[in-house]
């Protein structure tokens, strides 16, 4: 089963604009969740993240918003930039109860054009 | 500082062989994890080592598939009697430890299997 969704493949944006990528998940006691960007042929490197306890944490042009209710997060990019493509991927974890093993979604790839 | 790298970076082998894929971790990390990603997929967790405990094996997909670390750094991923549905993306994440440090992902080694 999939416990962390990303349902939007592919997200084109242009550049300047803002740049909303969306992740869903199922499991009630994820508790710590993040954001990584891969560009091709290179490993994952972590964006940002947020715990469970707040529902907003902001790094510069990255903010992403949880909504536990939902179970849903969001990751905003203000303003996008031609070097923000790549693939994003929504990950989370329970990390006192399973060590910081990051269950990841499927990735959304951003294209921001120029 | 070096990050975490990964050997080969793509291996090619025919069905039914052994192979052994490794990884080098930062230096002092304690936490190491090993995922892969399958074509059109997310990251998939395998296997997790923090320190010395016994390893968190619950994502290892059969007995085909093993890994050790030895003396708290090198990690090798063996998958054993290679099959088909084996290729992917292998990448090796290493962490201070394992809880919500963040993990510093290697390049990959991409592993076709004919």
């Known amino acids: 089963d999939q416990q962390v969704k990303q349902n939007s493949p592919s997200l084109s944006v242009q550049e300047g604009r803002i740049s909303i990528l969306n992740c869903d998940y199922t499991n009630s006691m994820f508790d710590y969740f993040l954001w990584y960007k891969k560009y091709p042929a290179e490993g994952p490197t972590f964006l940002i993240s947020?715990?469970?306890?707040?529902d907003k944490n902001e790094d510069g042009r990255f903010t992403v918003f949880l909504n536990k209710s939902a179970k849903h997060l969001s990751l905003h990019i203000v303003p996008s930039q031609p070097g923000d493509s790549a693939v994003y991927f929504c990950?989370?974890?329970?990390?006192?109860?399973?060590?910081?093993?990051?269950?990841f979604g499927q990735g959304t790839e951003l294209s921001v054009k120029p | 500082g070096a990050g975490v790298s990964q050997s080969p970076s793509n291996k090619v082998t025919e069905k039914g062989k052994d192979v052994e894929l490794r990884c080098d971790p930062i230096?002092?990390?304690?936490?190491l994890y090993w995922y892969r990603q399958s074509l059109g997929q997310g990251l998939e967790f395998l296997i997790y080592f923090q320190g010395n405990s016994a390893p968190d094996k619950s994502g290892l997909p059969s007995d085909r598939f093993s890994a050790e670390r030895t003396g708290g750094s090198v990690s090798t991923l063996t998958i054993q009697r290679t099959q088909q549905e084996d290729s992917a993306v292998y990448l090796c994440a290493s962490a201070w430890d394992g809880l919500t440090d963040t993990q510093y992902f290697g390049p990959g080694t991409r592993l076709t299997v004919l």
């Open positions: 230096s002092g990390h304690t936490a």
């Open positions: 990950a989370a974890t329970k990390p006192y109860n399973q060590g910081g093993k990051l269950i």
């Open positions: 947020i715990s469970s306890i707040k």
